[in-house]
């Protein structure tokens, strides 16, 4: 084929170029619905794409389906520099290719009349079909809470999914042809992400065994050149990925380290590093396993990833464009209730503190570690006060749940984790989640949850990724598929939570798979400073907390009673001798959108200690819309000067809500400056100060106001922008 009846056939259907025009016009961080997500095939039927008007993926279906276009067209960067396949299995011991095209003579860049004349290896599983859908659920969500007004599910976007079958011979020797492979996509709408994963399906009459894939491997265009240095690992491209097999971190990066790796591409001769380690080759799969057995008839799935270019380096736009990425992927992260943590179990105690959440509104209960409640007790006395608890705090509009520990404890008789030789296990020790202890352990925990009436779980110390060398456990057969198999009992539990409508509170990155809250980033020691310290600790946590997190999507700490020490000038008891400092770190956290752990036996003491937490709560509710909405980062709290954040939704009659506060002893009146570009907002902004008379500010070319603010001595001032 001539080079331009080749231009013609992968990019003449390419009629959606023209939506580059309107992503440089028509923002998605500010408005997503003008992209909207098509799966289209050129009308020779040799190429399909692909198109959100924000992402661009064009696969070429002859002579073997590969992918030979990834495109940011928000900034019009072109994401790939060379042809892989589509995945990688081993099977049985042996690596096969899912689809890709060889020949490409240089690994720097792609040229178009290069496409026509690569082949297929023969080895390669070939493509043989293809189908287009609609996105559905992954996991149910059972929604029985607040959430953000826009939460959709499943997401909206469009699928493709793409049939391998296996080569008829390799290396002579005859495969099975009822062995496919299916690699799935999913585009979404409103922004530049898409997922991926596959699927094996064993229509041969033997069991086969998959030990390794790959569900992605892009040759990306390097985002640095280093001559002389080792780049491995340090300076990848700007491209977002996560998984849903994600543990052992509160962050992204540290939970998915195990799921996917930037490497060298040894097919990429042209980089100018010396010893060619330029980080480029996107690989994602486990580093360990899967090692699955599957019999015939039956399907194994890979986890699913998540891939999220960048269209900029600015911080603020990359951890808004993750925040949505969250808020599409995982709506149940923006459920959002308010939280005590009461520290005892004994039955008056907690019916005096679901009788204080529900008087100051209040949403949920738990009773927290340290509380005396122990779940894993199979006394019926447990369940039958766990039952009593729920039907009261039900009768009071009140959720309630509890506490329990998984790993960071030693369990003994065979059950705790079998390390390789020199490891030791992420929290110091740790059962093995599929032991004879640890089927017990799920099986009591699926059953208290079905039968108890409550409808929270904080599980501590969960499974952090810890392998086992075991072969007694019977739940894995040994340390090749100890992993997978673990993180499969885990996340199938909190799957089954989140459709069951349970909220999860757990310190790391289960997000993906139904948890919805974690650490916002604080260290626990840090609340047993004195009060002043702390209040600096709790903005500083939420100011460095939410640059890759929702408001909603962690957790911050006030404790009303000593914690791990510090005595008396660490805490709020008596609640009402410590009235200012108790208002002031409600209004550090709720003034940010963010729920505190609130530990003691109560939330009040004196009806004016009532009085000051029901009035915070209900400023909260009164705009909790706009304070669970993105935050702007303004100024980080430092105790020498006015700190202060931004919330911003354009979908909401009120856009913006700043607010400010004054660490100092004496009142602050000066002049900041306000970006409001993300309120959507172009030339003029009504603000007002509380509740007071609205301004009207006129917006610079930059979208920047100058606004007046006066906050009191060691207070808070709030100012709402329509």
């Known amino acids: 084929m001539k080079p331009c009846n080749l231009i013609a056939t992968v990019l003449g259907f390419l009629s959606s170029w023209a939506l580059v025009a309107a992503a440089s016009q028509n923002d998605w961080l500010i408005d997503p619905t003008l992209f909207k997500a098509k799966v289209s095939v050129s009308k020779d039927g040799r190429a399909v794409e692909l198109n959100n008007g924000l992402l661009r993926r064009v696969i070429r279906l002859e002579p073997n389906a590969a992918t030979v276009a990834l495109d940011n067209l928000v900034n019009g960067e072109s994401l790939l520099r060379g042809v892989k396949p589509e995945a990688a299995l081993e099977i049985d011991g042996r690596r096969f290719e899912i689809g890709g095209l060889k020949g490409q003579p240089n690994y720097a860049f792609l040229r178009s009349e290069w496409i026509e004349q690569l082949t297929s290896d023969p080895s390669a599983f070939r493509f043989v079909g293809y189908e ?69 399906s064993n229509g041969t009459d033997r069991v086969v065994r998959v030990d390794r894939f790959s569900s992605e491997l892009l040759a990306v265009v390097e985002r640095t050149s280093e001559v002389d240095e080792l780049s491995e690992g340090r300076t990848p491209p700007n491209v977002h990925v996560e998984t849903d097999m994600a543990f052992g971190g509160m962050m992204a990066s540290g939970a998915n380290r195990r799921s996917f790796r930037w490497l060298p591409d040894p097919e990429f001769q042209s980089q100018v590093n010396y010893e060619k380690k330029t980080p480029c080759l996107l690989d994602i799969g486990p580093d360990l396993g899967p090692a699955q057995q599957v019999a015939p008839g039956e399907t194994f799935e890979s986890f699913r990833a998540w891939v999220l270019p960048f269209d900029t380096t600015d911080r603020e736009r990359c951890g808004l464009a993750l925040r949505r990425m969250y808020r599409v992927i995982a709506p149940w992260t923006t459920e959002n209730p308010l939280m005590m943590h009461v520290v005892s179990s004994n039955g008056s105690t907690v019916t005096n503190a679901i009788d204080q959440c529900a008087a100051v509104g209040f949403e949920m209960l738990i009773l927290s570690f340290g509380s005396g409640f122990n779940m894993e007790n199979e006394k019926p006395e447990t369940l039958e006060r766990a039952k009593n608890f729920a039907a009261y705090a039900r009768s009071k509009g009140i959720e309630i749940g509890s506490y329990s520990l998984l790993a960071s404890r030693r369990v003994g008789n065979g059950s705790d984790v079998v390390m390789p030789p020199g490891e030791k296990p992420a929290f110091g020790n740790s059962p093995c989640l599929l032991s004879r202890w640890g089927t017990n352990y799920f099986r009591r925990l699926y059953e208290f949850h079905r039968d108890s009436g409550f409808t929270l779980l904080e599980h501590d110390g969960s499974y952090p990724g810890d392998v086992c060398a075991s072969e007694q456990h019977f739940g894995h057969r040994g340390l090749a598929d100890s992993r997978w198999n673990q993180w499969r009992e885990i996340s199938e539990f909190y799957k089954w939570c989140r459709g069951q409508g349970f909220y999860l509170n757990v310190p790391d990155h289960y997000f993906l798979s139904g948890s919805t809250k974690s650490g916002m980033g604080y260290r626990e020691v840090n609340w047993s400073l004195p009060r002043e310290q702390q209040i600096l600790h709790t903005r500083q946590n939420i100011y460095d907390g939410t640059w890759q997190k929702l408001p909603s999507m962690g957790w911050m700490f006030v404790p009303l009673t000593e914690y791990q020490g510090g005595g008396a000038a660490a805490t709020i008891e008596p609640l009402d001798q410590h009235l200012d400092h108790y208002a002031r770190m409600i209004e550090s956290n709720l003034g940010f959108g963010v729920q505190a752990c609130y530990r003691g036996p109560r939330l009040f003491d004196t009806d004016r200690t009532k009085a000051m937490v029901k009035s915070k709560v209900d400023w909260f509710k009164a705009h909790r819309d706009i304070l669970e909405s993105d935050l702007i980062h303004g100024r980080r709290a430092d105790a020498r000067d006015l700190d202060w954040m931004l919330h911003v939704n354009p979908k909401l009659k009120e856009k913006g809500l700043l607010v400010v506060f004054n660490p100092l002893n004496e009142p602050v009146s000066k002049t900041i400056r306000v970006n409001l570009y993300y309120t959507g907002l172009t030339n003029s902004a009504r603000v007002r100060e509380q509740r007071g008379t609205s301004k009207h500010l006129k917006l610079s070319r930059d979208y920047f106001i100058e606004l007046s603010a006066r906050v009191p001595a060691q207070g808070m001032n709030w100012y709402v922008i329509e």
């Open 132 to 200: 287009i859908g609609k996105p559905t659920e992954r996991m149910a969500w059972k929604r029985t809470r607040h959430q953000a007004p826009d939460a959709t599910w499943p997401p909206q976007g469009a699928t493709l999914r793409l049939d391998f079958a296996m080569p008829t011979a390799t290396n002579g020797a005859v495969v099975a042809p009822n062995l496919r492979v299916s690699v799935h996509y999913e585009l979404y709408d409103g922004m530049p992400c898409y997922s991926k994963w596959i699927t094996l």
